[in-house]
């Protein structure tokens, strides 16, 4: 959702106009480029965050080449300069000016090409002046302030007929349109697949990270636990298909054996009886498949033994979660097809959206249907600012897909747990993290029964 900063004249032809990229993250920060544009003749712009512009600047992703790149950046805040150096770093091989509004202090800790020009934010409006000629020639007589042999002044802002634009009322306005997507995003969080999945209490979910570090497999583990729980589910089972180094096994303090290295020996071979056997049982309704004792390559699964894996867990648990390795393997693929829902698991960083965006890029191209899949945020604040949902709103421009779930930052509990082998449901039940997987799966079938 890219929302227009000022209301720009259509006098000039789009054609005429130069392009500019606005990146900034915050109120304040678009505060900061609205002063910038203030004194600017009609310009075709497009407006980014800095996660979705990190991510399209560095892919070439922007179609016609700027003009003019604006970047703002605040104070060292949640690591938004490293995310500004990363935007930076991006923007120098692009042949547009860069104009970086910043503190001193924030600007300082930049790594900046000679030709950026650096403003203080209380002088953006200075930025007209600044301009180097060879950016502010339009293709008809008008030129950018500043420059030489200045256009007549109808090609200009007339802002002795603008009316005073109110800062108040402009942040009154973008709180609105964000509320009004959280509402949005609470419909959608309702109707998602994976809640769909659980209000049937049957059917496959799996669990992809989109990054090294999300927490899946702590998401994958804890929520099978939760569902085992349920006296409407009558069975779960948990498979790790993380081949080289599983964790499940160790997060529930379950003994490995060297029976799952034998099975992967012979997937081919492996009936009800033999899989039966590999399972091992935490509680009265959860049995684990875990992963090998030994590290194996990734291709010890064969295409087409994936699918006879799941064939065999569905038959001992109508639900069936499954924990996936940090790669797409060549058996990747029938798993997801087998899924009836496939969870991405990112955090808000420029790794994940660039990870996801490069595997739906992939599986697109594989002719993989995607319509089960569905993207969940990890370790987000139990009580988000609206900067926070800002920030959101940029990270799915970034992925070019709604994020379904959010799950909240468990803190050091979390860690303690997976250490002790101990799910958050034992170790910590007031946990952030435990509520929200609770609530996840603490709904009446028949009251859900509509979803489906």
């Not at 016609?64 to 604006?70: C, T, V």
């Not at 300069?81 to 104009?99: F, S």
């Not at 038959?315 to 087998?338: K, R």
């Amino acid at each position: 959702m890219n929302q227009q900063l000022l209301d720009i004249p259509s006098g000039i032809d789009s054609a005429d106009k130069p392009r500019v990229c606005t990146v900034c993250d915050d109120a304040i920060g678009v505060l900061h480029v609205a002063d910038a544009l203030n004194d600017l003749p009609p310009h075709d712009r497009t407006d980014l965050g800095y996660f979705e512009a990190a991510s399209m600047l560095a892919d070439d992703l922007t179609g016609p080449s700027f003009d003019l790149l604006i970047l703002a950046v605040g104070e060292s805040v949640d690591g938004l300069p490293i995310m500004a150096q990363e935007v930076i770093n991006a923007a120098i091989a692009l042949p547009a000016v860069l104009v970086v509004i910043a503190p001193a202090s924030a600007a300082r800790g930049l790594k900046l090409p000679s030709s950026a020009i650096v403003i203080e934010p209380d002088a953006a409006r200075t930025l007209a002046k600044l301009l180097p000629n060879r950016v502010m020639k339009l293709q008809g007589e008008a030129k950018w302030p500043g420059s030489k042999g200045d256009g007549p002044a109808t090609a200009l802002h007339d802002t002795s007929d603008r009316p005073a634009r109110s800062k108040g009322k402009f942040l009154n306005k973008l709180k609105t349109i964000f509320r009004n997507d959280r509402e949005d995003r609470d419909q959608h969080d309702q109707n998602s697949v994976l809640n769909k999945v659980l209000a049937r209490r049957s059917g496959v979910i799996v669990f992809q990270g989109m990054s090294g570090g999300a927490g899946t497999t702590t998401l994958a583990t804890n929520l099978a636990v939760e569902l085992a729980g349920e006296k409407s589910v009558p069975g779960v089972c948990l498979l790790d298909l993380n081949l080289q180094f599983a964790a499940i096994a160790s997060y529930l303090s379950i003994e490995e054996t060297d029976q799952i290295g034998d099975a992967y020996q012979s997937i081919a071979a492996l009936d009800n009886d033999s899989f039966e056997e590999c399972l091992r049982n935490f509680g009265p309704k959860l049995r684990v498949f875990a992963g090998p004792r030994e590290v194996l390559p990734v291709d010890a699964l064969a295409r087409g033994e994936g699918t006879k894996l799941i064939n065999l867990t569905r038959q001992c648990a109508p639900l069936v979660i499954i924990d996936m390795p940090h790669v797409l393997t060549d058996w990747s693929e029938e798993i997801f097809n087998a899924a009836d829902a496939v969870v991405c698991v990112a955090q808000q960083d420029v790794r994940s959206v660039r990870n996801a965006r490069k595997v739906r890029d992939q599986l697109l191209e594989s002719s993989v249907d995607i319509g089960h899949f569905v993207y969940a945020l990890n370790r987000c604040p139990s009580d988000p600012d609206q900067e926070w949902w800002d920030k959101l709103k940029h990270f799915e421009l970034g992925l070019g897909q709604k994020v379904s779930h959010l799950f909240p930052d468990g803190g050091s509990d979390v860690g303690i747990a997976c250490d002790m082998g101990s799910p958050l449901l034992k170790l910590a039940p007031r946990n952030a993290l435990r509520r929200s997987l609770q609530t996840q799966v603490d709904m009446s079938p028949a009251k859900d029964a509509a979803h489906v």
